[in-house]
Each structure stands twice: as C-alpha cells, then as structure tokens.
C-alpha cells in the first residue's frame, strides 16, 4: 500500500512540475516581443498611477452617472 502511495506522489510531482514551467522565448523576435509587452504593461500602469485628484474625481462623477458604480455594487461587490 504504501508503495503505491509513494508511486503516485513520485508520478504526482512529475507531471505537476511540467505545468509550472515557463518556456522562455528563444528567437531574436519572441524577445522582442516580450519586451514591447512588459513595456506596455509597465506604462499602462505609470498612466493609472500618475492621475491627479481631479481626473479621479471626474472618473468617478462619470461611473455614478452612468450606473456603472450602482452595476458594480449591486451585482459584482453585492453590497460588501
């Protein structure tokens, strides 16, 4: 029994391993690619970040109007 047990925890972490492991890019163009997408990423997060207080202000009159922030409340956050 016990040999069993050992044998599928061994198989267990075998195949689990593989799903964890990232391929990284190996031509020239994969690179750049992923470069261009960290760099978006990067600045698409420097752009919410870099918001004055007025523009958030006005983000969140346009959401009450529209009903999106009622839709969020209601159905995503439901009254939390």
């Known amino acids: 029994m016990k040999n069993l047990l050992i044998a599928a925890s061994v198989l267990t972490c075998l195949f689990s391993s593989a799903a ?44 009450q109007q529209d009903g999106e922030l009622r839709y969020l409340n209601t159905f995503i956050y439901q009254g939390s």
Request: charged share 15%; hydrophobic share 40%; net charge negative.
């Open 20 to 63: 964890f492991a990232a391929q990284a890019p190996t031509t020239a163009q994969e690179q750049a690619e992923a470069q261009v997408e960290a760099q978006q990423t990067l600045s698409s997060t420097q752009q919410s970040a870099t918001l004055t207080r007025a523009q958030v202000e006005r983000q969140l009159a346009v959401a």
